[in-house]
């Protein structure tokens, strides 16, 4: 076996600041087979535990070394409809690699040596967009869930309210079978968290919206700026005929620090300033008539993937206006607690990112005008384990210290959606606004009314949200055809 994994590509450093562009390149055929030959072929694939969905992972890897792409395609798209975006933003590193046999054992991620999944994965998945669609798809006997594709189901109708990871994955697993599915979202273009919350240079928005054209060409219907709560209720959405309702509402509720002058002006929130970069396109102004302040000195406080995203954002944002480049990240634990990818961590260090850890804030300073100016800090020591398993983060008393700063994007998690929610007194929700469901069906307390995604259980990740989806999908087709 090739002990050394192989290297993706990737935009040298000098030259990623500079725009949006994607920073993986991913791996040529040749790479990926001699990455797929590294794999041990365990006799039980502890891998594939790894993964929320079960993607037969051990299998995929032997088609790709064997030269079989589509068999390989074939075999992920049973269990994951979007190959190409989870091969990008799957935390592979905590799940399916962490998983792989050749992680050490005891560590808290996937060691170095670790099989690359996640970049076999996408380069499947982007074989599969050139040169297999939904047509041949659906044709194809390889694909296992899509030989259950079946007109007599196209008289049920399910309505699906949100197109996020989660959305996206109840209506493709019921569209591959033959339900009709309408997708109702908000915003004036699908996709949720992957399209305003992660940047290009992660997940390039040709690949996503490729994604979705599939399942439009599996006959999905897409209605954008429509607001489900407002526009229409649940009630309403029944009597217009639909069988079955999914709630995909993701938590799109930011969270503040709750701390002194957080209303001064420049002041972000990590999901406002990452829906004007990548939905309404600020870094392509005066193109895009995108409003957004660039600062001198920025500072973004959190330490998960969507501050790593900020933080690189604006570091380009800065380049692009020949600012010199100056963004620090706050953590109030060590890098080694750091929820955020360990490769998105790598990138931000590249880039040119600063971190500042066991830093608690504590008070914003303004200057006359009402401005940010600064940013009061206490300096912190880890204790024993909290509720989470990471050590405490205790700030030290009598070692606040003041950081200059003209710009802050809190980045320090999400909250539930509770639009709908609050219209819709029938739905149970816990203390956080969260819809509860039975975690066996994903149903919620209004029958025939599943839940899954970020407004289930809080923030998490895709491929979490998209295991969710699938086994609400599962229910509803039983409710549907029992």
């Known amino acids: 076996m090739r002990k050394e994994p192989v290297k993706v590509k990737e935009i040298n450093i000098e030259e990623r600041t500079k725009s949006f562009k994607e920073v993986v390149l991913g791996y040529t055929e040749e790479e990926a087979i001699l990455e797929a030959k590294r794999c041990l072929q365990c006799k039980n694939p502890t891998c594939i ?11 995929f890897i032997n088609q790709i070394a064997q030269k079989d792409y589509e068999g390989a395609y074939c075999t992920i798209r049973e269990k994951n409809n979007f190959p190409s975006i989870c091969g990008r933003v799957c935390p592979a590193e905590y799940q399916c690699r962490k998983a792989c046999v050749l992680t050490k054992r005891g560590s808290i991620f996937a060691s170095f040596e670790a099989i690359n999944i996640h970049f076999l994965e996408r380069f499947v998945g982007d074989w599969g967009m050139i040169n297999i669609n939904s047509k041949s798809e659906a044709l194809n006997p390889k694909v296992k869930g899509i030989k259950n594709l079946n007109l007599k189901f196209r008289d049920k109708r399910v309505a ?28 004036h273009k699908p996709g949720g968290v992957l399209r305003y919350g992660i940047p290009n240079f992660r997940l390039p928005q040709e690949i996503l919206d490729s994604e979705i054209n599939y399942l439009r060409e599996l006959g999905v219907e897409i209605m954008t700026n429509f607001v489900i709560g407002k526009l229409k209720t649940v009630d309403e959405l029944f009597k217009e005929g639909y069988s079955a309702i999914f709630l995909g509402l993701g938590a799109g509720i930011p969270t503040f620090l709750g701390i002194k002058g957080e209303n001064l002006c420049n002041i ?11 939905l309404m396109f600020a870094y392509k102004f005066p193109d895009y008539h995108t409003p957004l302040n660039i600062g001198e000195r920025i500072i973004v406080i959190g330490g998960g993937n969507t501050a790593m995203d900020a933080a690189r954002s604006a570091l380009r944002l800065q380049v692009m206006n020949r600012i010199k480049p100056d963004v620090t990240i706050l953590y109030r634990r060590t890098e080694s607690e750091m929820p955020a990818r360990r490769l998105e ?12 850890f066991l830093v608690q804030p504590q008070e914003f300073v303004s200057d006359k005008q009402g401005f940010l100016k600064g940013l009061v800090c206490l300096e912190c020591k880890l204790g024993e384990p909290d509720d989470s398993g990471r050590p405490k983060s205790i700030p030290v008393p009598g070692s606040d210290f003041l ?4 710009l802050v ?10 639009l709908l929610t609050r219209v819709t007194p029938e739905l149970k929700v816990d203390k956080y606004g969260d819809i509860i469901v039975n975690p066996e069906t994903m ?12 407004i289930v259980g809080g923030e998490g990740t895709v491929i979490e949200a998209m295991g969710m989806a699938k086994k609400a999908s599962a229910s509803i087709i039983n409710l549907l055809f029992p």
Request: net charge negative; glycine share 12%; charged share 25%.
């Open 403 to 406: 950081l200059e700063t003209d």
């Open 268 to 278: 972000y929130s990590a999901n406002e300033f990452l829906t004007r970069v990548n």
């Open 409 to 418: 994007i809190v980045a320090v998690g999400l909250r539930a959606n509770q």
């Open 345 to 356: 961590i790598a990138h931000a260090q590249e880039e040119g990112v600063k971190f500042k």
């Open 49 to 59: 535990l790894g993964c929320p969905v079960g993607i037969d992972i051990k299998k």
């Open 160 to 187: 699906v309210v949100g197109s996020g990871p989660a959305g996206l994955c109840c209506a493709g697993e019921l569209a591959r079978r033959g339900i009709a599915v309408d997708i109702y979202e908000s915003l």
């Open 443 to 454: 149903e919620t307390s209004l029958k025939n009314v599943f839940a899954g995604g970020d």
